[in-house]
């Protein structure tokens, strides 16, 4: 008799695919890569940062159960707690997860790698600052544009453009 292998969930076996492959080449040297070779290495692992980042405060944003199960006040209290996180990052992470939920075009940017962690924060702090009285259509323009300019210009320069627009 032969058992079917469990079907590990898709997420999860994302996550462990990727720790796997980098666990093989954990040992592995950057210093005898070509500059060329280092400029795209640092350019794809910070947009790998993004992805992952992403998919973590999308969890995030989505697991009050696990501050119920453990008591905790929410889930960056549980998270800070169990992955031994300063707390105000942690904080800092689930209002940035909750933002993103509110902000399609930015978590996309994010999970496509285009957008960084620093840049969504900016991004969706310049958007949520916007007055009510403009109305959703004009919120969802800014935020496309941001996303937009993020492919030019870092956290502070968004900052400063998000002000003005």
Do not use: N
């Amino acid at each position: 008799m032969t058992v079917a292998p469990l079907v590990q969930q898709p997420l999860l076996a994302a996550v462990a695919s990727c720790r796997e492959v980098l666990a093989a080449v954990a040992d592995a040297q950057p210093l005898y890569l070509s500059t060329a070779e280092k400029e795209e290495l640092l350019l794809q692992t910070t947009r790998l940062v993004a992805q992952v980042e992403e998919l973590r405060l999308r969890t995030l944003a989505d697991a009050g159960d696990i501050a119920v199960v453990h008591g905790a006040r929410d889930t960056a209290a549980w998270l800070a707690h169990a992955a031994h996180l300063d707390p105000a990052p942690a904080r800092a992470d689930l209002h940035l997860a909750h933002g993103l939920e509110a902000r399609p075009r930015v978590a996309e940017a994010m999970r496509a790698g285009a957008v960084t962690s620093a840049q969504a924060r900016v991004i969706t702090a310049a958007v949520d600052a916007l007055p009510e009285r403009l109305g959703p259509d004009l919120a969802a323009d800014a935020e496309a544009r941001l996303v937009d300019y993020a492919a030019e210009f870092a956290p502070a320069e968004l900052r400063r453009l998000g002000r003005r627009i």
